[in-house]
């Protein structure tokens, strides 16, 4: 999947700004308009990288950078804090409180973007790679194709999002909540059964005959992609389902 930015900016004209240029780079964007909202968003679900504005409703961006940086889950997150605010003593407090970078506004957009790409390449480097890999499969981002011990495995749209899902977080279990969100979006309602339904999918355009299933179902918790695994055959009476 593409890199999720959360954007927390209540000047509407730039939120609307802020998602056309980001999205048009491929990324997934949220648009949060108050500060003391995203305090708790932030809680429920984080962003690969966060763009945070220095006066927001409700909680200001200084103080929600603080509570983030005091978090273990957020504490390196990546912050990149927009302010109107260029003065020498106030680019040092953002930084000082938590902040990765920080933007004087009006600024360039084209220079904002570069600088959202350059701090995920390194902070989340699987996020912009065009080729993951994970065991014996490939997947190619920019062709859309995936390759299990060098076989080509045909996916629909939907198995390739959740493809690229599990091979970014390999080792990681995921509940079905968390596969919705990252695969189909918070926007769109989908019963958490319709997960169980392109996992069955997925497994079976991936596995075949006696392979060893890559794809772990973890009772009570959801599915995760097992770290090492290879083509090896699995004993006849312990196949993975």
Request: one cysteine or more; charged letters at 35%.
């Amino acid at each position: 999947m593409s890199a999720h930015i959360a954007v927390v900016e209540d000047e509407e004209a730039l939120g609307v700004l802020l998602r056309y240029n980001l999205e048009a780079e491929g990324y997934s964007v949220d648009v949060i308009p108050r500060g003391d909202e995203a305090d708790l968003r932030l809680k429920e679900q984080l962003p690969d990288l966060l763009i945070l504005d220095w006066m927001l409703p409700g909680l200001s961006g200084v103080e929600l950078c603080r509570r983030l940086r005091q978090r273990e889950e957020s504490e390196r997150l990546p912050i990149i804090m927009l302010t109107a605010r260029g003065e020498e003593s106030e680019r040092v407090r953002g930084l000082l409180v938590g902040a990765d970078d920080y933007v004087v506004k009006p600024f360039s957009t084209p220079e904002l973007i570069a600088r959202v790409r350059a701090m995920l390449r390194r902070a989340k480097p699987e996020k912009i790679a065009t080729h993951l890999s994970a065991g014996d499969i490939d997947l190619d981002r920019e062709t859309h194709r995936v390759r299990r011990a060098g076989r080509e495995i045909k996916l629909g749209p939907t198995e390739f999002r959740l493809m690229e899902f599990f091979m970014q977080s390999p080792g990681r279990v995921f509940s079905r909540e968390q596969l919705l969100d990252g695969v189909w979006g918070r926007d769109i309602y989908v019963d958490e059964r319709t997960v169980d339904v392109h996992v069955g999918r997925l497994r079976k355009a991936i596995n075949r005959g006696r392979q060893r299933d890559p794809i772990r179902t973890v009772r009570g918790a959801g599915y995760a992609l097992d770290e090492n695994f290879s083509s090896a055959k699995a004993p006849k009476d312990k196949q993975l389902s």
